[in-house]
């Protein structure tokens, strides 16, 4: 990191202990003089300070970048493996077969089990990115928690609805990430004379922030579709006094939790945005 930073905050600091006289002594002996530079100095250091923290900041949005790209690159295979997990169980469901169940299910269990894995990794290593985080993490949570009652062959709606839950939110992941440009080069951030542009304006957003902003409005949308169909089954359920699954009051929670961190993460992303200090960083 040094090596990477150093060379952009150099010119800055040299210019600072140049303006202490290079030894730490301030001026000439001149009245206001030496005040003065320790103010050009405290500048220059200042500037040093946020070259570097700009930085530190390209470099990890380079990081996450080439994280989305590996991740795009994959997301396809995903949705075909969830796909066929999601048709096999249908069949599995409505064959009543319970040799076939017996066998199959356990296999089921192991690709949504290795599916886990490889999001979670990817949860992980997108850990600074909270809301990819979330989306990765929660698809996880679902394949996992589907392979736990694969293997103990429960091929019914609540596994059902875990697997198309996590297929529909890899659609979602596609979907952004087919919408997101890469980062620009450094190049180009430098083109055109700093970080504002012209008439004082902020720089645009990073595209990997706006990408954020999409993936979080699809999880909000997922978790009111979600919470529609929980409580039309509720009231169908009470309606025709038929007893709702033993899980289901967990369900209802699962949904609320998912709904104040979405909320937690939107207030997150709004102050980031309208952070004056963020904003004077990144000119």
Known sequence: ????????AAQSTSQGAEQTGGDGQPGDGQPGNGQQQLAQAQQSFEQAQREIDQRVRQLENQQTQRLLDQLAARIGGYIERQEGVVNTTLDLQQARDRQRLEAEAPELAVEERDLADELSR?????????????????????????????????????????????????????EVLEQTPPE????QQNGGGGGQGEGGESPPPSPIDVAEL???????????????????????????GEPLPPDWADQGDELAGRQRRLSELALELSERDNDPEAEKDAE
């Open 122 to 174: 990817f949860a992980e290593e997108l850990g600074k990115r909270a809301v990819f985080e979330l989306a990765l993490g929660g698809a996880a949570d679902q394949t996992s928690e589907a392979a736990a009652r694969l293997d103990e062959s429960r091929v019914d709606s609540t596994t059902r609805r875990l697997e198309t839950m996590a297929l529909a939110r890899l659609q979602h992941i596609k």
């Open 1 to 8: 990191l040094e090596r990477l930073t150093a060379s952009q």
């Open 214 to 240: 999409k993936m979080l409005r699809l999880m909000q949308l997922e978790v009111l579709s979600e919470t529609d169909a929980y409580e039309a089954d509720t009231a169908t359920a009470r309606r025709s």
């Open 184 to 187: 620009p080069q450094e190049d």
